[in-house]
């Protein structure tokens, strides 16, 4: 996000990672620390974000989404009262969703299944409530699955990547993975943060925004296609303890009031997206 910002020509400050935002005045004093600036947008991406853990970690995940979003919202509330706050939300609130009802709008029902999902739709109600009693000027991104180079390993798509290259390069002819049928919507990280941007500069305060492709991909066509772009030689074998308990089996998204009202839509397709992330392990992969 910053460096986008700052190729976009933005001044871009990143509030110190090693503040907690679940510390109301640890976040508070860090805010002040900025008053002297003229901050016109904040986007608030800090949160406890990996769905599988957070069923062992709920206290946590909900200290740091749901308290951490109310406490940056009152520092923002009295330090920068009139700054665009871009809250980060999850297509993981709607939860799994019947085919008939798919591709899923910010108007569908949110049915979270993870302690994650209902963190994030816990901060989009403590936002809406700054926005219609304060005045907040808030707008909430709701981006379905990321992918993209820079991502961590804990990720799907990252993960397999950062695999298939390792066992390439060390003769392994398999390698072990949970549930590759389930289908989501994949959009390049470098597209989600043009998105951001733009609902900074042209979003409605109050306003729910899908970030997503509108389509669909299965987990296993994504693996297909990683074996494909490296020549590995290697076979998936399915191990049903990586398996979740709690799965969505398919879900994407209707991004039309992006498209609509923001004038924007995704520019990398996933070919280029699975290049990149190959490229960006492989080079780290080196010095291992």
Same mark, same amino acid.
């Given at each position: 996000?910053?460096?986008?910002?700052?190729?976009?020509?933005?001044?871009?400050?990143?509030?110190?990672?090693?503040?907690?935002?679940?510390?109301?005045?640890?976040?508070?004093?860090?805010?002040?620390? %900025?008053?002297?600036?003229?901050?016109?947008?904040?986007?608030?991406?800090?949160?406890?974000? !990996?769905?599988?853990?957070?069923?062992?970690?709920?206290?946590?995940?909900?200290?740091? !989404?749901?308290?951490?979003?109310? !406490?940056?919202?009152?520092?923002?509330?009295?330090?920068?009262?009139?700054?665009?706050?871009?809250?980060?939300?999850?297509?993981?609130?709607?939860?799994?969703?019947?085919?008939?009802?798919?591709?899923?709008?910010?108007?569908?029902?949110?049915?979270? %299944?993870?302690? =994650?999902?209902?963190?994030?739709?816990?901060?989009?109600?403590?936002?809406?409530?700054?926005?219609?009693?304060?005045?907040?000027? #808030?707008?909430?991104?709701?981006?379905?699955?990321?992918?993209?180079?820079?991502?961590?390993?804990?990720?799907?798509?990252?993960?397999?990547?950062?695999?298939?290259?390792?066992?390439?390069?060390?003769?392994?002819?398999?390698?072990?993975?949970?549930?590759?049928?389930?289908?989501?919507?994949?959009?390049?990280?470098?597209? #989600?943060?043009?998105?951001?941007?733009?609902?900074?500069?042209?979003?409605?305060?109050?306003?729910? =925004? !899908?970030?997503?492709?509108?389509?669909?991909?299965?987990?296993?066509?994504?693996?297909?296609?990683?074996?494909?772009?490296?020549?590995?030689?290697? #076979?998936?074998?399915?191990?049903?303890?990586? #398996?979740?308990?709690?799965?969505?089996?398919?879900?994407?998204?209707?991004?039309?009031?992006?498209?609509?009202?923001?004038?924007?839509?995704?520019?990398?397709?996933?070919?280029?997206?699975?290049?990149?992330?190959?490229?960006?392990?492989?080079?780290?992969?080196?010095? =291992?």
């Amino acid at each position: 996000m910053r460096d986008y910002l700052v190729s976009m020509g933005d001044e871009a400050t990143l509030l110190d990672p090693a503040v907690d935002i679940g510390d109301e005045a640890a976040l508070s004093h860090a805010m002040d620390s %900025l008053s002297s600036r003229s901050i016109e947008t904040i986007y608030h991406l800090a949160a406890q974000a !990996n769905v599988g853990e957070s069923f062992g970690s709920s206290h946590e995940v909900f200290r740091v !989404n749901v308290m951490g979003t109310l !406490n940056l919202l009152e520092a923002a509330r009295r330090v920068f009262p009139r700054a665009r706050i871009i809250i980060v939300s999850s297509s993981e609130v709607y939860g799994r969703v019947s085919s008939n009802l798919l591709p899923v709008n910010e108007d569908s029902p949110v049915a979270p %299944l993870s302690p =994650y999902a209902a963190s994030k739709i816990a901060a989009e109600q403590v936002a809406m409530q700054a926005f219609r009693a304060s005045g907040q000027r #808030v707008i909430i991104a709701r981006p379905f699955n990321h992918i993209g180079p820079g991502q961590s390993d804990s990720y799907v798509v990252s993960a397999l990547a950062k695999r298939v290259l390792l066992a390439q390069r060390d003769g392994i002819s398999s390698i072990r993975v949970g549930n590759l049928e389930s289908r989501r919507d994949f959009t390049d990280v470098r597209d #989600v943060v043009t998105a951001y941007r733009k609902m900074a500069e042209a979003g409605v305060a109050g306003t729910v =925004y !899908n970030v997503c492709s509108g389509q669909s991909l299965s987990i296993s066509w994504l693996a297909e296609r990683i074996i494909e772009l490296t020549g590995a030689k290697v #076979v998936l074998e399915r191990d049903p303890r990586l #398996v979740r308990d709690v799965e969505v089996s398919n879900i994407y998204g209707d991004s039309s009031r992006c498209r609509s009202e923001l004038s924007w839509k995704p520019a990398i397709s996933i070919e280029e997206s699975l290049k990149d992330v190959l490229e960006w392990w492989s080079i780290r992969l080196e010095a =291992y």
